[in-house]
C-alpha cells in the first residue's frame, strides 16, 4: 500500500466526523431559529413577565404607574428581537445539548460517557437555578435600590414655595435598558452557578484538587470581588449578594471534589494499586529503595 492510500485512509474518518459535526450543527441552528419565532410571537407576555420585579417595586412605593418608554423610534423592534434571541437559546438548549451528546459520545467508553452525562444535565438545572435567583431574589433587592434615588418636588405658597421647592426625579425608564439590565442579571448569576459544575469536572478529570482549591482561596475571594465588580451594577447590594454565593459556591466545590478524590481513592484500592490505606506502594518501593544497606554503604 503506498503512501497515498494510507492518507487517504485516514482522512476518511475525518471528513465523515466534519460532516456529522455539519449536521449536528444544522439541526442545532434550526431548534435556535425555531425557539426564537416562536418568542418572537409571544415575546409581548415575556416582557411583561421580565417587568415583573420593577412593578413590584414600584407598587411598594405607590407607583402604579410602571410603564417603559421607548427612547428610539426602533427600540422596541430591538427588544422583540432581544427577548426573542434569549427564548430561542432557552428552548432550543435541552435539543443543542441532545445533538452535543449525540456527536461527543461515540467517541467515548461507558465510564466516560457515565461520567460526562451527569454534568451535561446538571449545567442546565445549575444555570436555571441561578437564573431564578436572580430574578426572584436579586432583582427585586436591585431595583428598589435604584427606586430609592427618586425624590418628590416640595411646594409651598409664594416665595416660601420658590424657595423651598425641589425639583422632582422621576423614573422613566427605557424599556431596552432595562431589558439589557434584566437579562445581565439573568445570565451573569446563570453563569456563577456553573462554579460547582465546572470545578467538580475538573477534579474528576485530575485537572484541580481540593487541597489545591483550599491554598488558593484568598485569590479566589479576590477574583470573586473583581467579578463582582464587573457583572453587577454599580449597587453594594447586588455585589454583596453575588460575592456570597459565588463564594459559597465555591466551598461547595471544594466539598465536591474531595467527594470525586475520595471515590477514585476507593476505587484504586479495590483495584490493588494501593496495598494499605496510607502509603502508595510505589512511594513505599522507593522508600526501602532509599534504605537500602547497600546504598547507605556507598
Known amino acids: 500500500m503506498s503512501a497515498t492510500d494510507d492518507i487517504d485512509d485516514s482522512a476518511a474518518p475525518l471528513i465523515e466526523h466534519l460532516a456529522e459535526l455539519r449536521t449536528r450543527l444544522i439541526h442545532s441552528v434550526i431548534a435556535f431559529i425555531i425557539g426564537m419565532v416562536i418568542c418572537f410571537t409571544v415575546w409581548n407576555p415575556i416582557f411583561n413577565f421580565l417587568t415583573h420585579p420593577l412593578c413590584s417595586a414600584m407598587a411598594e412605593r405607590g407607583q402604579n404607574d410602571c410603564g417603559l418608554i421607548l427612547i428610539k423610534l426602533q427600540e422596541g423592534f ?3 428581537i432581544s427577548i426573542s434571541l434569549l427564548g430561542g437559546l432557552v428552548l432550543g438548549f435541552p435539543y443543542i445539548s441532545y445533538q452535543l451528546w449525540r456527536f461527543v459520545a461515540p467517541g467515548l467508553y461507558k465510564n466516560e460517557k457515565n461520567a460526562f452525562l451527569p454534568f451535561l444535565i446538571a449545567s442546565p438545572l445549575m444555570f436555571f437555578l441561578g437564573a431564578s435567583f436572580a430574578f426572584y431574589v436579586v432583582t427585586p433587592l436591585a431595583f428598589d435600590f435604584f427606586l430609592g434615588f427618586q425624590q418628590g418636588p416640595l411646594t409651598g ?3 416660601e414655595a420658590l424657595e423651598n421647592s425641589i425639583a422632582g426625579i422621576a423614573f422613566q425608564g427605557s424599556a431596552q435598558e432595562y431589558l439589557s ?6 445570565v451573569a448569576f446563570g453563569l456563577c452557578f456553573q462554579l ?3 470545578l467538580t469536572l475538573m477534579g474528576k478529570a485530575g485537572l484541580v484538587s481540593a487541597e489545591g482549591l483550599g491554598n488558593v482561596r484568598k485569590y479566589a475571594v479576590v477574583a470573586i470581588l473583581v467579578l463582582a465588580a464587573l457583572v453587577t451594577p454599580p449597587d453594594v447590594i447586588t455585589q454583596v449578594i453575588l460575592f456570597v454565593v ?4 465555591y466551598e461547595i466545590s471544594i466539598q465536591l471534589v474531595k467527594r470525586v478524590e475520595t471515590k477514585r481513592e476507593a476505587k484504586l484500592r479495590a483495584e490493588g494499586y494501593y496495598d494499605d490505606e ?4 510505589l512511594m513505599a518501593e522507593f522508600d526501602q529503595d532509599d534504605d537500602d544497606p547497600e546504598d547507605v554503604k556507598k
Do not use: H
Request: no cysteine; aromatic share 14%; hydrophobic share 50%.
Open 78 to 80: 430591538f427588544v422583540a
Open 157 to 159: 405658597d409664594g416665595a
Open 181 to 186: 439590565l434584566t437579562i445581565k442579571f439573568i
Open 196 to 198: 460547582p459544575v465546572l
Open 246 to 249: 459565588v463564594y459559597g459556591l
Open 278 to 281: 496510607d502509603e502508595d506502594p
